[in-house]
């Protein structure tokens, strides 16, 4: 079934509604505060001008009014929620994968991405796994959000109408590196996402470095920058040849961070952990060696 | 209500000064209810101000983006903290504790509550739990980054020392178990003659409904709790998908009380607004019996709705409409009561003194604060605010400009009662003004930036947030000067404040009509009541 409206619209339409009727009620209980309490302040109204206590009708106004106000809101909300539940026939399909602390996105033909890629003007439904804790996939643009679960499949579904780059939050708390888990949406053009996704010379966001796309894919990047600013891990710059100090086994040891080490950070990463920083890093088993070395290039190239 | 002629508060410190053990066993192994009150007063007080010191960290961490003032995995401890204590050791216990304690026992015309010795071992629990929660800061794998909430897988696998901190929050729950039971039995059983369920104070009929729910929702929480130590040290597995478990479940165990827990935070402060207009007013509390019911309905009615946490959970969508529309039905009661309270100021002749001040403050934020509630209950908006800084904004509006102003309303209103002091009431106003625009500041901009998408339990964010959280963070100091204002203003006053009498406000209910302090006795013979706590004629104040 084809929804008739896009889930942005979706989602303000019952957002204006229960402002605009928010607006009223706090302007109204407002003024009559303020009102009264000038009317009858003491120093002009020393005495009561009555005691009177109750008042059957008035009881029943102002509870049958909320009542079908509160009725109204929550049938603009759940309207509205049904269009983000409906998903459009013609969907392309993304698989998303949340996992501490970084997102990995895959097409159906096999490709992988640490941001997800869009064409512009069709629906999208992300399929959303967690291979750990509970994340969130949340894009505030399309006001979509929905958790992560492992051992559970969860979907949202939207439609970017403009190109362009729509931050991607991860919205369920999940350790250090929450506020690391963010990557965009980007919104590409009919013709420029066919050859992002098919990999042909024009592809939009083609680095040269293989390394650092696999940096950026494997979600490295939520962790550790690369401008020397410190984040969840050591940052990236200037660490190739540097001498540091590690926990390995209990004991404090001093290395050097050669080709040979940082293969071993990132196949086994808990066995020598930077002092100072937390032993968080998940281990990265599936790289294969040219992957790894391309990985490791990259690094030394980061002075 | 005959009045017993009241004792010089000039040359009596009443029950202050009449101790059954000397120094301070004289305090925590009394059975008195209303040093018993004390000793959580102070303690509540305490923790609100670390809890509100660790919020300024927050803050202050949030002015800019990146690392500021402490790292990622230390933000986390701190708003976790900033929580726990927030919640169960200051809101939940705050206003029923505290002031439920020393003044309900008066207000039924009772000598003290129905098991003293039991009240007692609440406040140990209380104190049992707190020290607890404090060994768990710096033992084991060291401070929780769980957030208050625990929710699982993350809560089951992170190094940090959240079973300890399970122990910690079992134990605090009995202290609201057991104090719910008290309440219960004692307005039940020990009203004075005269004294018709419909003569029952406002406050004394929040506290009713909230006893109820403490009995009957805390167990739950409990028991979450438990089953978290469970699944942390024997790997029980309920929780963990690869065992066959379901992390969902988690969140309907723990909502199952922890929404209610909110109607146990706010029904008491609701209660003292419903007191403080009337005298103020002087004028009746309008719509008594729809006040009532209205509380009875919201803890009724609060316990179907926890499941509107969970709508991005991964429920189904049709729990997702239940809830909802549930959520939408308990907005109404506390319209009700808005409005009455309004009527009750109608025609009325009206002195802005400070407990005023801030119950005026209450109805304002809580309603601002109940209003984007609506936004966060309806579905389709909840999707996009969940999990902002716009629910934070909420419930810092409902549970701070609601809970927290109606505290600050019953010291400003009960201690000049309890003290036999008055404060400075100019230095109150002031205080109160600081308070009031502190607040708006810091809770408006975290709405505004929430509803622009920045999440919550963010340590770092996007560049574009970083004007809303600077301005938020400035609203945090100026909230904090007038914290500090009203309170060092209020201790200034129970130590050096010109004394009182047994009214000093022109109240009609009991604790109005014994001396301050009252003497531990409460009354020198039982009271018989012979008219409404709001009767303001047969009174004698007008």
Redesign the interface.
């Known amino acids: 079934m084809q929804p008739l409206q896009t889930t942005t619209e979706a989602v303000d339409t019952a957002f204006y509604v229960i402002l605009g009727i928010d607006l009223v009620m706090l302007l109204g209980i407002m003024t009559a505060m303020i009102w009264f309490v000038w009317r009858y302040n003491r120093k002009r109204q020393p005495l009561p001008l009555s005691q009177k206590d109750k008042n059957l009708w008035l009881e029943i106004t102002w509870t049958v009014i909320p009542t079908l106000l509160v009725m109204l809101m929550f049938w603009y909300g759940w309207e509205g929620y049904l269009s983000l539940r409906r998903i459009p026939d013609d969907a392309m399909h993304i698989k998303a994968s949340a996992r501490m602390w970084s997102w990995l996105f895959t097409y159906d033909n096999g490709k992988t991405a640490g941001k997800l890629y869009v064409p512009v003007g069709r629906p999208v439904k992300v399929e959303l796994h967690a291979e750990d804790v509970l994340h969130s996939f949340y894009v505030p643009a399309f006001r979509v959000k929905r958790d992560t679960v492992p051992g559970m499949t969860n979907w949202v579904w939207f439609e970017a109408e403009k190109p362009g780059s729509y931050d991607l939050f991860c919205a369920e708390y999940c350790g250090v590196g929450h506020s690391s888990m963010v990557t965009t949406v980007e919104a590409l053009s009919a013709a420029e996402f066919q050859a992002w996704l098919t990999g042909t010379e024009e592809a939009a966001d083609r680095t040269a470095d293989r390394g650092e796309e696999l940096a950026r894919q494997q979600g490295c990047l939520g962790c550790h920058s690369t401008d020397g600013s410190r984040k969840v891990g050591p940052s990236f710059k200037g660490l190739f040849g540097e001498t540091t100090t590690v926990t390995r086994d209990g004991q404090q040891v001093t290395v050097t961070a050669d080709a040979a080490y940082l293969a071993r950070s990132i196949r086994e990463p808990a066995a020598e952990v930077v002092v100072g920083y937390p032993p968080v890093m998940p281990p990265f088993t599936g790289l294969s060696e040219a992957d790894l070395q391309a990985l490791i290039g990259w690094l030394r190239s980061l002075q | 209500m005959t009045s017993a002629a009241p004792a010089s508060s000039e040359t009596s410190r009443g029950f202050l000064g009449e101790a059954r053990y000397p120094g301070i066993f004289g305090w925590i192994f009394s059975t008195d209810h209303k040093r018993i009150g004390l000793l959580y007063l102070w303690c509540i007080i305490a923790f609100f101000c670390i809890g509100a010191t660790l919020g300024v960290l927050i803050r202050l961490e949030l002015w800019a983006p990146?690392?500021t003032i402490m790292?990622?995995?230390t933000y986390?401890a701190v708003f976790t903290l900033h929580g726990v204590i927030m919640i169960f050791l200051f809101i939940i216990p705050g206003i029923p504790a505290a002031f439920g304690n020393l003044i309900m026992p008066i207000q039924l015309g009772a000598r003290d509550v129905a098991f003293p010795r039991l009240n007692l071992l609440s406040w140990w629990l209380y104190i049992g739990g707190a020290i607890l929660a404090v060994i768990a800061l710096f033992t084991g794998g060291g401070p929780p980054?769980?957030?208050w909430t625990f929710?699982?897988?993350?809560s089951t696998?992170?190094t940090t020392n959240v079973t300890l901190a399970t122990v910690a929050v079992f134990t605090i729950g009995f202290s609201s178990i057991l104090t719910g039971i008290n309440f219960v039995t004692t307005i039940h059983r020990l009203r004075a003659e005269g004294m018709t369920w419909t003569r029952i104070p406002l406050f004394t009929w929040s506290l009713y409904a909230t006893a109820w729910i403490q009995v009957l929702a805390t167990p739950v929480l409990g028991i979450t709790v438990a089953l978290i130590f469970a699944e942390r040290v024997i790997g029980t597995g309920l929780f963990d998908?690869?065992q066959g478990g379901?992390?969902?479940m988690f969140q309907h165990l723990f909502w199952i009380y922890s929404h209610p827990a909110v109607y146990i935070m706010v029904l008491p402060g609701m209660g003292v607004v419903s007191d403080i207009i009337p005298v103020f007013?002087?004028?009746?509390?309008?719509?008594?019996?729809?006040i009532v019911v209205s509380s009875l309905a919201i803890a009724f009615a609060g316990s179907l709705v926890w499941a509107h946490h969970m709508?991005?959970?991964?429920m189904s969508?049709l729990a997702?409409?239940v809830f909802?529309?549930l959520t939408?039905?308990v907005?109404?009661p506390s319209?009700?009561k808005?409005?009455?309270w309004?009527?009750?100021?109608?025609?009325?002749?009206?002195?802005?003194d400070p407990p005023l001040l801030f119950a005026?403050s209450f109805?304002?934020l809580f309603?601002?604060g109940g209003?984007?509630g609506?936004?966060v209950?309806?579905?389709?908006?909840?999707?996009?605010v969940?999990?902002?800084h716009f629910v934070v904004g909420h419930f810092h509006f409902t549970m701070f400009g609601g809970t927290g102003m109606a505290f600050f309303a019953a010291l400003h209103y009960w201690l000049p009662k309890i003290y036999g002091r008055m404060y400075d009431k100019a230095v109150a106003t002031v205080a109160w003004g600081v308070i009031f625009v502190g607040f708006c500041i810091l809770y408006l901009s975290m709405k505004i930036v929430g509803i622009?998408?920045m999440?919550?339990?963010?340590?770092?964010?996007?560049p574009e947030f970083t004007g809303l959280n600077q301005l938020a963070t400035a609203g945090s100091w100026i909230l904090a000067v007038g914290l500090v204002l009203m309170f060092v203003n209020l201790i200034r006053g129970v130590l050096y404040g010109a004394p009182v009498g047994a009214n000093p406000w022109g109240g009609a209910t009991l604790e109005w009509q014994v001396p301050s302090p009252p003497p531990t006795e409460n009354f020198e013979a039982d009271p018989v009541v012979t008219h409404g706590p709001?009767d303001?004629?047969k009174a004698g104040i007008?």
């Open positions: 990146g690392r790292d990622a995995q986390n980054d769980t957030g929710y699982v897988p993350f696998h992170t998908p690869a379901d992390p969902i007013a002087r004028k009746p509390a309008f719509g008594y019996k729809a709508y991005t959970s991964g969508d997702v409409m909802s529309f939408f039905i907005a109404i319209a009700v808005v409005f009455n309004l009527a009750t100021l109608y025609q009325g002749s009206i002195l802005l005026l109805i304002l309603t601002i209003l984007s609506l936004v209950g309806a579905a389709a908006t909840n999707i996009h969940h999990d902002t622009m998408g999440p919550r339990r963010y340590w770092d964010y996007v709001y303001f004629k007008l």
